[in-house]
């Protein structure tokens, strides 16, 4: 069997539900230790990533939110600066610098903050790590646990570190590109990036986490066209004068 072969048919293991006692298999023979593996197929392919392979299925097949990768290895280009705003496991990061870009992924959870981290240890691509929340000030905010590590929610007030996407880039390159992911806190990474968006004029993926926020996002962005991706809360913005 071609490694190509192999890739779809453990795609299809970790997709179909027919399949599920088969993954069950598969579970116990992995078990629950970590495991340094490589992206086997999309944008990300190639690249080292520590597992739970019973879990984490999505990344080491590559198969991870497609749509996203998609956008990213349309509209990222080599030497552009890329944010990646709530890395999460850092996916989007391996991405964008697959495909040349210099990346900041801002995460604000620490336990996932150190997944990053021993992300950027297998690997040797240009992606720095900012361990805050992403914000419209530097007053600081609070993490609220959700039911999973990509389910947090981010609340005004406490010692949590926050930065401003403008402080960021201070005097440096502007972004070209910007994926933000922050369970519900995306109009205050906007209102944070005034000048980023303003002066770099990037192409940004914003999740959106209601109906009024995706309204508010398109009014934070002028001379932009927004459209829905995939989803309805799954936001592509363009500049006007980049169509």
């Known amino acids: 069997m071609t490694r190509g072969r192999a890739v779809v048919v453990l795609q299809a293991l970790a997709r179909s539900a027919a399949l599920r006692p088969v993954r069950g298999v598969f579970n116990r023979v992995v078990g629950s230790r970590p495991r340094v593996v490589r992206v086997r197929s999309g944008v990300a392919r190639g690249v080292r990533m520590e597992l739970d ?3 984490e299925k999505a990344y080491w097949l590559g198969h991870y ?6 956008l990213i290895g349309e509209y990222v280009r080599p030497g552009m600066v890329a944010y990646d705003v709530g890395g ?3 996916f989007f990061s391996l991405c964008a ?5 210099a990346v900041t992924v801002f995460e604000a959870s620490g336990e996932n903050a150190a997944r990053i981290r021993r992300t950027l240890e297998l690997n040797a691509l240009p992606i720095t790590l900012v361990e805050a929340a992403v914000w419209d000030s530097d007053a600081g905010v609070s993490i609220v646990p959700g039911a999973s590590s990509s389910e947090f ?4 007030g406490g010692e949590l570190k926050t930065v401003t996407l403008d402080q960021v880039a201070g005097d440096g390159p502007l972004p070209g590109f910007i994926k933000i992911d922050v369970e519900g806190a995306e109009l205050r990474v906007l209102a944070g990036a005034r000048r980023v968006v303003g002066a770099g004029r990037p192409v940004i993926v914003c999740e959106a986490h209601s109906d009024a926020a995706v309204s508010q996002i398109g009014d934070l962005l ?3 066209i927004v ?3 995939g989803h309805p809360w ?10």
């Open 227 to 229: 459209t829905s991706v």
């Open 153 to 156: 929610r981010v609340v005004e």
């Open 97 to 101: 610098a697959r495909r040349g870009a």
């Open 53 to 55: 392979l019973r879990e």
């Open 222 to 224: 002028p001379g932009y």
């Open 65 to 70: 939110e497609p749509v996203v990768q998609a």
């Open 88 to 90: 999460h496991r850092g």
């Open 234 to 243: 799954r936001l592509l913005a363009v500049p006007a004068e980049r169509r």
